[in-house]
């Protein structure tokens, strides 16, 4: 996990340089916790706050495409925020994600 930092936006601008496959970053974009993901050299980005406890996924390990919450074991999927096991039930929202060259863009205003 990468901390970035605040960036006072509805959109975070990011280096592709910043993130290695598997790997994930976390943003807040104008108080939005947001958790970036790279698999496969694509940029998936989630709500950074599991749906069981509202505890954060950022220690939580990302296998393919599930990525885990580090507290009591909940899987969501990078790709569309689906709960994939429990204890949560409920899905996670997922935030738009372009990449434009080496930049990627995330914004909080779409998902
Ligand atoms: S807080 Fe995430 S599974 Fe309980």
Redesign the pocket.
């Known amino acids: 996990m990468i901390a970035l930092g605040n960036v006072s936006s509805t959109k975070s601008t990011i280096s592709v340089a910043k993130l290695e496959n598997g790997q994930t970053a976390v943003l807040n974009v104008e108080g939005v916790d947001v958790l970036l993901c790279r698999v496969s050299d694509r940029y998936y980005a989630i709500s950074n706050r599991?749906s069981?406890?509202n505890?954060p996924l950022t220690e939580g390990k990302l296998r393919g495409f599930a990525i885990s919450?580090p507290?009591?074991?909940?899987r969501f999927d990078v790709r569309d925020g689906k709960c994939m096991g429990g204890?949560?039930i409920r899905s996670i929202q997922t935030f738009h994600v372009i990449q434009r060259g080496g930049e990627i863009i995330v914004s909080t205003s779409q998902s």
């Open positions: 599991c069981h406890a505890q919450c507290l009591h074991g909940a204890p949560a």
